[in-house]
């Protein structure tokens, strides 16, 4: 790891506004230990997952989530701010409409459903505001020694059929967990890069961790993260590299070849595991295309009522005629919340992120697209809560670097300012002085 400097204490603004450099304590301070203990916890959670016995993983995980709203909530009661109060009211609109539906006859309010859904968007709100306080080398051995207990994980034990798909045996997220390892895998890879770009992390070092990251999202067999990671990855180069025409046609074919690649793969998967005979559109993504034309097909059979409030905190579990053993959400985050929230609902989750990430320009937009990609086509990170705080934190480094940028920009200007008053300071001394023209006797 290269050296980095201090991390100043001082609370930050919303992302990508400039502060004045402060000078850093000679230790941590409270604010650091507290950051720093909450993302030790969340990543030991991620890596013990499997080891503590099964009675106890869900009210850990209960515990946990509700621990990190209250502190979230907590620190913005107590120090409000008019951006932090709009995004807080936009989470309370969200909330609204779950008891709008749930009055509607949507049924009984799952308090613990609302409490998993508001989880990372709180977390990403008091992240992002004490991004300070991170230490990037802390978070770095935190995400490379999520990868490297990955990797000792599938070294040591034997690989396992998930699905009927041999995949490389999932280390958190249960004893089936292969989405949920798949998913910090990638985040913690993400996490690699944004340290990198950030100058916290060598070339050489960054890039150790990302290849192993691959390596072991291809053994888990599972393609959404693959995929947002690919979408990730283009939007970055264009936004970053100079680029001639034929480069980025290039670009854009070797990536969208790629995604297209990654999903005829997934779908041969599928393939091997339902058989041929069971091939068609509806079972494409798992059957999840054929999940989502029922969930439309419900959606236009609801009144006006719920289409703006939806029918509450997770009502949207059905059977269906591909999934008929079990009842199973959408499958896609959007239509899963316009179906709880309502389409109210969901112009307040995309406004909310937008205020969170319009400061942070070719920086944030990537990321962004991470996100959203992974929402569109898959029940990606708004669905799971712990998994998704990793994701706020490669987005607070990303607002790290763009307040490193503005502070720099604050500070040539200032310097350029000193200058030009020297200048003009020089060049009125240096100008001969006219002797004084006698006043003129008035008669």
């Not at 979408?231 to 970055?236: E, G, M, T």
């Not at 669905?383 to 607070?396: D, E, Y």
Request: glycine share 8%; hydrophobic share 55%; with cysteine.
């Amino acid at each position: 790891m290269t050296p980095t400097a201090p991390v100043a204490t001082r609370r930050a603004g919303p992302p990508g506004r400039a502060a004045k450099p402060t000078p850093a304590l000679s230790g941590p301070s409270p604010l650091e230990i507290l950051v720093g203990s909450v993302l030790a916890a969340i990543f030991l959670y991620e890596t013990t997952f499997n080891l503590v016995p099964s009675s106890i993983r869900l009210p850990l995980a209960g515990g946990l989530a509700g621990g990190m709203v209250l502190l979230s909530l907590a620190w913005i009661l107590i120090s409000p701010r008019i951006w932090r109060l709009i995004l807080f009211a936009l989470l309370l609109l969200v909330a609204s409409c779950w008891l709008i539906g749930e009055a509607n006859g949507g049924g009984r309010l799952d308090f613990a459903e609302g409490i998993r859904f508001l989880l990372p968007l709180f977390f990403a709100l008091w992240v992002i505001e004490l991004r300070r306080a991170i230490n990037p080398q802390l978070l770095f051995v935190l995400a490379a020694g999520t990868l490297i207990i990955a990797t000792f994980s599938s070294i040591l034990r034997p690989q396992a059929i998930i699905g009927n798909v041999l995949r490389l045996p999932p280390f958190t997220g249960g004893e089936d967990g292969a989405h949920a390892s798949a998913y910090v895998v990638a985040l913690c890879g993400l996490l690699v890069h944004q340290l990198w770009l950030n100058r916290s992390v060598s070339k050489r070092v960054a890039w150790s961790f990302l290849g192993l990251a691959g390596v072991l999202l291809i053994g888990m067999r599972v393609a959404t993260p693959i995929f947002m990671l690919l979408n990730y990855c283009l939007l970055h180069i264009l936004l970053t590299k100079q680029l001639g025409t034929g480069n980025k046609i290039l670009l854009w074919f070797t990536v969208v070849a790629s995604i297209v690649a990654v999903l005829f793969w997934h779908e041969g998967l599928q393939e091997d595991m339902r058989g041929s005979a069971a091939a068609s559109v509806e079972n494409l993504g798992s059957g999840r295309v054929g999940t989502w034309l029922g969930r439309l097909e419900l959606i236009a059979r609801r009144d006006l009522l719920k289409l703006l409030f939806g029918s509450g905190i997770g009502s949207d579990q059905f059977y269906s005629a591909i999934w008929w053993w079990e009842k199973k959400d959408s499958h896609h985050d959007f239509l899963t919340i316009v179906i709880e929230s309502g389409f109210i609902g969901l112009m307040a989750i995309l406004f909310f992120l937008f205020m969170l990430f319009r400061r942070l320009g070719s920086d944030g937009m990537p990321l962004a697209w991470f996100l959203l990609s992974g929402s569109s086509l898959s029940n990606a990170l708004l669905q799971r809560p712990i998994i998704a705080t990793l994701f706020w934190l490669a987005v607070a480094l990303a607002a790290l670097r763009v307040d490193r940028r503005l502070q720099a920009n604050w500070r040539e200007q200032q310097i350029a300012y000193r200058n030009r008053r020297r200048r003009h300071a020089a060049a009125a001394k240096d100008q001969p002085r006219r002797p004084p023209v006698p006043a003129r006797r008035v008669p």
